[in-house]
């Protein structure tokens, strides 16, 4: 079952900015969709549209089976939602505004265990009786996150949830996205923090200039990228290294990412491994100690190489050109592309 299905999604304010074009995009049941793109892509606006908190300018979003209008209050009891720039009573409590929220949802007698678990999930009880006004960026965060839980949804939608979190906290956010989804909840991340995305989503859909120009698995997203490549970071004398690595092992590319670390490319055939030892070897000649090591093609590079090709293919259009792609302009939705995959 399709939690969220959305056809031709359009929004056009005053008739002059175009926040949102013809977006389809399709959440399955029990996973965690990622909304990814830079500020101003449109994705909180597509959030508003799919809550129903917003008219659409042109098409129709369907949540649980259901269209979802401004009208579906009945639809919107079962989501949970954290806004981006949500703002709290300032005099007001952990525990005071938690009991508020759950009774206008209308939750009786369990109110108050639930809040209280929440609070503990959280890491809020020692702050729970602070005026929220003199809470951190970051407690006010997860007080957003109990309070998009107290109705226990069937959907949690979170808008930027670990922005202002250090990275403990943002840690423990990504954990309890991951402990949701075994409890089988469906999460809809929207987010420009691509490391998150990459730790915890089943799905991304990416959006650019109000457009959706990917959707489908994260590994679908990772093999856009150049898979055959990897980033080292290095402590040591890399230029010297460098000076004889590019010399003495030919078709092996070398890309000075920072003073501390390379991009090593592999143009051989045959055994990775015995290539990357080979450089690995040099590395010990020179006295350079080898800190980490990661495969090039995460998320956030299959990410950058996307945008690159969209910008392309606009550049294309505008001028005549064919903008041709090796990615299908129309990207089927997830559902479909998990049909074809022969994994």
């Not at 020692?126 to 005026?131: E, F, L, M, V």
């Not at 991304?204 to 990228?225: E, N, S």
């Not at 090709?309 to 299908?328: M, P």
């Amino acid at each position: 079952m399709n939690i969220v299905e959305t056809k031709e999604l359009t929004k056009i304010y005053e008739a002059r900015q175009i926040a949102l074009n013809g977006v389809s995009m399709t959440v399955p049941q029990g996973c965690i969709y990622g909304l990814i793109g830079p500020n101003g892509a449109g994705k909180s606006t597509a959030l508003r549209l799919i809550l129903g908190l917003q008219k659409p300018t042109a098409g129709d979003v369907t949540v649980f089976g259901e269209p979802m209008s401004m009208q579906s209050g009945d639809l919107r009891q079962r989501i949970g939602f954290l806004a981006q720039t949500g703002r709290f009573p300032p005099d007001m409590t952990p525990i005071t505004y938690l009991d508020l929220v759950g009774r206008l949802f209308g939750i009786g007698e369990i109110r108050k265990p639930r809040l209280s678990s929440l609070l503990h999930a959280m890491d809020l009880l020692q702050a729970s009786s602070q005026r929220i006004e003199h809470l951190s960026s970051g407690q006010r965060t997860r007080l957003g996150i109990a309070a998009a839980l107290m109705n226990e949804p069937d959907l949690l939608i979170l808008d930027e949830p670990t922005i202002g979190l250090d990275p403990e906290g943002a840690n423990q956010t990504i954990a309890l996205m991951n402990g949701l989804r075994s409890q089988g909840k469906t999460i809809i991340l929207s987010t420009h923090v691509l490391p998150d995305a990459d730790q915890v989503c089943d799905y991304v859909g990416i959006l650019h200039h109000g457009k959706l120009i990917f959707g489908g698995t994260v590994g679908q997203m990772k093999d856009l990228a150049d898979m055959n490549a990897v980033d080292l970071a290095v402590e040591g004398d890399l230029d010297s290294a460098l000076k004889t690595l590019v010399d003495g092992i030919p078709g092996v590319r070398f890309d000075r990412l920072t003073s501390d670390s390379v991009r090593v490319s592999f143009n051989h055939g045959g055994n990775f491994s015995v290539w990357l030892g080979r450089v690995m070897e040099e590395f010990a000649r020179h006295e350079v100690k080898l800190l980490s090591i990661r495969q090039a093609g995460e998320l956030e590079e299959a990410f950058l190489k996307r945008l690159a090709e969209d910008k392309y293919r606009g550049f294309s259009r505008a001028f005549g050109g064919s903008g041709v792609s090796t990615i299908a302009e129309e990207p089927p939705t997830p559902d479909k592309q998990e049909r074809g995959a022969t994994e």
